[in-house]
């Protein structure tokens, strides 16, 4: 099994959700972070005083799949996330040992 | 038919029963002193003195609070609020004694009231003030309280972020007590600056720049703020800052328009000079922003509106629609140079601007009502561009002078009192954390 990270800006979020669901990823997790890479914040001002924001929101996605469905997963999201700017952001992979649905007690394969 | 006769009957009652009211009414009132009261004069002063308590609740309370950062706006509303409570029950006291009644010394009244009206006592139902004779005193002395209420909390804005509540509070009282009382009654009163003719007819000295000068001193001597010039302090929410200036800008109606006293061309023209300026000063200060800093910004725009509320105060009841014009750009954009150029070359922490847009607005505004006073607008007034009176300008300067030297060094005197005896600024610790879960045992949530 992995575990695939995808940090991805925030109005992407939808076609990836669509994209995965049309490949058969059955859940995931987002939540809303802040982060940067190469890509620099605004800055703002307020009567004279000037603050860089350096942090600029990301949206991070967590899907556990079997691993015979990794790659197309990556695929999947890079091809959808993608604008070509600066910000696009990054899919981890790393290898999942253990996954239990909690509900009914199935494991690993079973439980994603 | 018997419906009409009863309607008939119950109408020549009515008629006669009217009649002899009025002759009868006719008779007492020839007896009697006629009653000055003024019903429409009442209505507008109570209309005033709550669109101007308005302003400072939650007005003002919110235009501070969107200004800081979200680990502080309790505690910065809560000083607007405290302030309220804590000045309302002083006035009652004693405040009004001070300001606002003749010292039986003729000498002493020069510069301070008498101290008979303790608790109000004297002021029964009826009782009318000499200095508004067409209104009941308890409408007066409300009036004149929420001005009174205002001016300390002001200064808030120049000391957010890391003053205690104690000691905030402290200030407060004493504040009002030793600074705003007695000039209030030097200018308003019947003391010597409104004796000499000095002309402000809202507070552009008694309530802005004294609070301005306040909070200079106040942000010296409290210091800069920790992590000021390198951490980033922007705005929790703008959007409470607009709502509050906004409801400054509606609130501002009563102030200046209230400050008439009458409901009439005087209030009329003051309304009227009074929006016009304002919207001017926003605009003065906007374009400068835009020209400068390449970006209009909301912040600005509001700061703008404000600083043209300010310059208006003192001249509002004494200029024509063209005056107002001229004054209101005129603070835009020098408010916005002193609050944005002049503070970062000097490097003060005056954290949200009393000094750049109440004090050089105030003093701005006193000066320039000294130039453009009409007297086809006001009697009570000569101005030098339009009536020719160049002595004018000169009074302005002694009341702007006044009020900036007794207040600079009073307030020096009562902070450092406060500092020795409790200390005025927050911890390190206190102030890096937050103040609303220090102070006040409460957080923003969400």
């Known amino acids: 099994m992995k575990l695939i990270t995808a940090i991805i800006k925030p109005f992407k979020l939808d076609e990836v959700r669509e994209a995965l669901s ?14 940067y890479g190469r890509q620099k914040g605004q800055t703002e001002i307020y009567r004279g005083a000037e603050y860089a924001v350096n942090f600029l929101p990301k949206i991070k996605i967590e899907i556990a799949v079997k691993s015979e469905m990794a790659d197309a997963v990556v695929d999947a999201i890079a091809s959808k996330a993608k604008t070509g700017q600066i910000g696009d952001g990054k899919i981890f992979v790393v290898t999942l040992d253990q996954a239990l649905r909690i509900r009914t007690g199935e494991s690993d394969g079973d439980a994603l | 038919m018997k419906l009409l006769d009863y309607k008939k009957v119950a109408l020549g009652l009515a008629a006669g029963a009217g009649a002899l009211i009025a002759t009868t009414g006719a008779a007492f009132a020839a007896a009697a002193p006629p009653d ?38 309790l505690a910065t509303a809560a000083q607007s609020f405290g302030a ?41 139902l009826k009782a009318i003030s000499p200095l508004a004779g067409t209104i009941p005193e308890s409408v007066y002395m409300f009036f004149q309280m929420t001005f009174a209420i205002i001016t300390p909390a002001l200064i808030a804005g120049a000391i957010a972020d890391r003053m205690k509540f104690s000691a905030f509070m402290w200030f407060m009282s004493l504040w009002l007590l030793f600074i705003y009382c007695p000039i209030a009654h030097w200018v308003w009163g019947g003391g010597w600056l409104g004796s000499m003719g000095a002309l402000d007819y809202a507070g552009g000295t008694v309530v802005h720049l004294n609070a ?15 992590g000021y010039g390198s951490e980033n302090m922007a705005p929790h929410n703008l959007l409470f800052a607009l709502i509050g200036a906004s409801l400054l800008w509606v609130g501002w109606f009563g102030f200046n328009a209230g400050s008439a006293v009458t409901a ?15 919207a001017a000063a926003a605009l003065g200060w906007m374009f400068s922003e835009w020209l400068i800093a390449k970006k209009p910004s909301v912040l600005g725009m509001i700061s703008g509106a404000v600083a043209g509320l300010v310059a208006i105060t003192p001249a509002s009841g004494f200029v024509n629609p063209t005056g107002a014009l001229i004054i209101g750009v005129a603070a835009g954009v020098v408010c916005y140079i002193a609050s944005v150029w002049v503070k970062k070359w000097l490097g003060y922490d005056d ?35 339009i009536d020719g009176n160049f002595g004018q300008m000169w009074i302005q300067f002694i009341d702007v002078a006044a009020v900036f030297v007794y207040c600079g060094i009073g307030t020096f005197i009562i902070l450092k ?9 927050v911890s390190r610790e206190v102030e890096v954390e937050g103040m609303d879960i220090n102070l006040h045992g409460e957080t923003i949530h969400g």
């Open chain 2, 351 to 385: 954290a949200l601007d009393t000094w750049g847009v109440h004090g050089v607005g105030g003093a701005l505004g006193a000066m320039m009502t000294g130039m453009f006073a009409s007297n086809a607008i006001n009697s009570a007034s000569h101005g030098w561009l």
């Open chain 2, 36 to 73: 000055p009261l003024n019903s429409g004069d009442t209505a507008w002063m109570i209309t005033s003195s709550a669109l101007v308590l308005l302003m400072t609740i939650p007005g003002l309370a919110l235009f501070y609070a969107g200004m800081v950062r979200k680990k502080n706006m």
């Open chain 2, 84 to 124: 309220t409570c804590i000045i309302t029950v002083l006035w009652m006291i004693i405040g009004y004694s001070v300001a606002f009644t003749t010292n039986p010394d003729s000498h002493l009244n020069q510069f301070i009231g008498n101290f008979n009206y303790l608790m109000l006592g004297p002021m029964g």
């Open chain 1, 22 to 35: 049309a490949i058969g990823v059955q859940g995931m997790t987002v939540t809303e972070v802040k982060g």
């Open chain 2, 264 to 278: 009439g061309y005087n209030a009329g023209m003051a309304a009227a000079a009074t929006q016009i300026a304002t």
């Open chain 2, 417 to 425: 009192i406060i500092d020795i005896v409790i200390g005025l600024r």
């Open chain 2, 212 to 226: 301005g000068t306040a909070g200079l001193v106040a942000c010296l001597m409290l210091g800069k703020r920790v």
